[in-house]
């Protein structure tokens, strides 16, 4: 199985890791993060994922632009046609905790143009 987990923060990781763990067994885990200023919190939501998923999975990791348009889910979209995964992770709204119970932009951009199955997860506080 290979999975994509897109993030954009520590938060939002950990729960996609919480929610991989126990279905995970030596499968392939690609984590993505989109950012368009290069954010310290980015870089460290790929540093959770490969440590939480170590000996789990074959984890790889990479930082993706949002493009001239700055379109975070385009870039996801874009993610998932190049990664041909077979389930796509990604958080309910902008990884920070607190947010609101409404589906974040991306999300549900994500959800509408994936043609592969999509888990939305929740970061706790």
């Not at 994509?4 to 995970?24: K, M, N, W």
């Not at 870089?43 to 994922?49: E, G, I, K, Q, R």
């Not at 993706?64 to 958080?91: F, Y």
Request: proline share 5%.
């Amino acid at each position: 199985m290979r999975v994509l987990i897109a993030t954009d923060s520590v938060h939002t990781t950990a729960a996609a890791c919480d929610y991989l763990e126990p279905r995970l067994d030596g499968d392939a885990v690609d984590v993505v993060t989109v950012t368009t200023d290069g954010t310290r919190d980015a870089a460290d939501a790929l540093n959770v994922a490969t440590a939480r998923l170590l000996g789990r999975a074959e984890v790889e990791t990479a930082r993706l632009g949002a493009g001239e348009e700055g379109d975070t889910a385009e870039a996801i979209l874009g993610a998932i046609d190049d990664r041909s995964p077979d389930t796509v992770v990604v958080g309910r709204y902008a990884g920070t905790p607190g947010g609101g119970p409404e589906l974040g932009g991306t999300a549900r951009r994500v959800l509408e143009g994936a043609e592969v199955p999509v888990v939305v997860v929740v970061p706790s506080v």
